[in-house]
Structures are given as C-alpha cells and as structure tokens.
C-alpha cells in the first residue's frame, strides 16, 4: 500500500517563496515518476511539475516554468517542490502523485497514488 504525505504548504505573501516535500513508502520509489498537481477552487485538478525516477526528465506546467523546480532524493523516498516568485493565481491545495512516467503525468495521465495534499495560499 503506498502512502504519500506532504509537507510544506502555508501562507506566504506575493513574490515570496514555498518548498513543499512528499515522503512516499511502500513502494519501489526509484522506478516511478512522481509528480506535483494542485486544484484552486472550483477549478479542475491541473498538472504542475513531474520528475522521472531517476530525476534525469522533468517537466513543468507553462505557468510555473522559470518560477518552480522540482527535484527528488531516492535515498530518502522524497519528492520536493520549490516555489519561488509566488502570485495569488498559484494559491491552490497542492497534491503529490506517484505515476508511470514523467510525460504521462504530464498529459495528466499515469498518476495511481495521491496524497492528501497541502494548502498554499498566496496574499497579494
């Protein structure tokens, strides 16, 4: 059974700066992509960054290219996602996923386990 816990999120004002961490187990982490979503509300769930498991591919929505970087430690079974530069528009609760591959979560396919994401709000 894998489990996903994230960690990270909270209230931080216009052009400040997040690092949100996913720990996963119960799984073989290194062979799997993983992923970063979020959902503002009453809005669909989007894609925002996905990393292969070997970290060597990664991708990242348009509007958070430049802004975040997502990295991961297979050693520790965790995934991280830094947040620079952030704007009310990235307010939203953010999930981390475990998929196939890192382009397949891209095209918002792939991703069979979640977490229960975490809050990031971001005042103007």
């Known amino acids: 059974q894998v489990q996903l816990v994230e960690s990270g999120g909270g209230l931080v004002q216009a052009g400040g700066s997040l690092r949100l961490s996913c720990a996963a187990s119960?799984?073989?982490?290194?062979?799997?992509?993983m992923g970063w979503f979020r959902q503002a509300p009453g809005k669909e769930r989007e894609f925002v960054s996905s990393?292969?498991?070997?970290?060597?591919?990664?991708y990242y929505a348009e509007s958070v290219k430049g802004r975040f970087t997502i990295s991961r430690d297979n050693a520790k079974n965790t995934v991280d996602l830094q947040m620079n530069s952030l704007n009310p528009e990235d307010t939203a609760v953010y999930y981390c996923?475990?998929?196939?591959?890192?382009?397949?979560?891209?095209?918002?396919?792939?991703?069979?386990?979640w977490g229960q994401g975490t809050q990031v709000t971001v005042s103007a």
């Open positions: 996923a475990l998929g196939t591959t890192a382009r397949a979560m891209f095209l918002m396919r792939g991703a069979d386990s």
């Open positions: 119960g799984d073989t982490f290194s062979s799997r992509a």
């Open positions: 990393i292969s498991g070997s970290g060597g591919i990664v």
